[in-house]
């Protein structure tokens, strides 16, 4: 009975599976069940198969390991002492010695972050008792990523910037801060986006940046660039102007002082954007900018997106992936 499949999306993988159904019936018990046999054994290699890591993943894998090796907490030299704490949204009332940066990027897994705390990289706990050595008041650090998890670059390539709403084919995306280049690698292996730029102020991420995209040429310098500078210059803000999607993460909580003008700031970004345009940020712009912020009150427009899917693996934070939000520029709405 194959009516039971009958909402199946791909109309391709519900002709074959008649065609087979319809194959099968048309046997002897006997023959029967010798196809279930021959069936089984294929089923097995056709899944060792698919669990095999393709070329890219390989690639992704290589860069994330490099770049482990250079710099294993995932801070460029001297980058952390010239960090501002949030004042603002889910930070606000966490304490700066409660705050451990665990990039996503670099250690995507549980495993991964084991491995780290093992190395002595990162800590999941931390003492709050002035004797530390003879306490057991210890308390969990809460994890913050200034990079994106390779499950939220999959969320924002495919639940995010859908067919429905952009052609990548004709894309040009710009990462605001775009540190160890994440998004230009997933975008350049996993997608068909035209054009991949980041813009960094730090000139040590855009150089480890510029070299892992030289390292796999082959598949990255046709798309990918880095430009290392001032997102707020003439520069800058000329790239915003020539983009079809802008991607912040975390740009404003930790790398901005919140008494030098958030806002003042974002809409300098915003009002450069092309009408139509979409801008990606994680967090939402009630916790990055401003908590009474109306998208509209500064030109956007935001969009509504499917709730990610919970598939039960260990190592994907839907949560995480919630916190991504995406808006629409309409100069129209700016007042």
């Known amino acids: 009975d194959l009516f039971r499949y009958r909402d199946m999306e791909n109309e391709d993988v519900l002709q074959v599976l008649m065609d087979v159904t319809s194959a099968y019936n048309k046997f002897n018990a006997d023959d029967k069940r010798s196809l279930l046999e021959v069936l089984g054994q294929q089923i097995k290699e056709w899944e060792e198969d698919i669990r095999k890591p393709s070329p890219n993943k390989k690639i992704l894998a290589k860069i994330q390991g490099d770049i482990r090796k250079k710099i294993p907490t995932g801070y460029a030299p001297g980058e952390e002492a010239k960090m501002f704490h949030p004042r603002r949204g889910q930070w606000k009332d966490v304490a700066q010695h409660e705050v451990e940066h665990c990039d996503a990027f670099l250690y995507p897994t549980e495993e991964a972050v084991d491995k780290a ?20 008041k210890v308390v969990a650090t809460q994890f913050i990523s200034h990079s994106f998890s390779v499950a939220q670059l999959q969320w924002i390539f495919n639940g995010c910037l859908t067919p429905d709403r952009i052609k990548l084919e004709d894309a040009t995306i710009l990462d605001v ?6 998004v230009l690698y997933y975008g350049a292996l996993f997608t068909n986006t035209k054009k991949l730029v980041g813009i960094e102020l730090n000139q040590y991420f855009c150089q480890l940046a510029r070299d892992q995209i030289g390292a796999h040429k082959e598949k990255m310098a046709d798309k990918c660039s880095v430009v290392c500078g001032d997102i707020f210059s003439e520069e800058g803000l000329a790239l915003v102007a020539e983009s079809d999607v802008v991607v912040m993460n975390n740009v404003f909580e930790f790398f901005l002082d919140t008494s030098s003008g958030q ?68 100069s129209s709405l700016y007042k």
């Open 117 to 136: 705390e093992e190395k002595g990289i990162l800590s999941r706990y931390y003492c709050n008792s002035g004797k530390c050595g003879y306490s057991r």
């Open 177 to 182: 801060g775009s540190r160890l280049g994440c």
């Open 263 to 330: 806002e003042e700031y974002f809409q300098k970004i915003v009002s450069a954007m092309k009408d139509g345009a979409y801008l990606v940020t994680n967090p939402g712009l009630d916790e990055s900018i401003n908590e009474d912020l109306e998208p509209s009150t500064v030109g956007l427009e935001e969009v509504e997106l499917d709730e990610p899917e919970d598939d039960g693996d260990p190592n994907v934070d839907v949560k995480s992936l919630e916190e991504i939000h995406m808006y629409k520029r309409d």
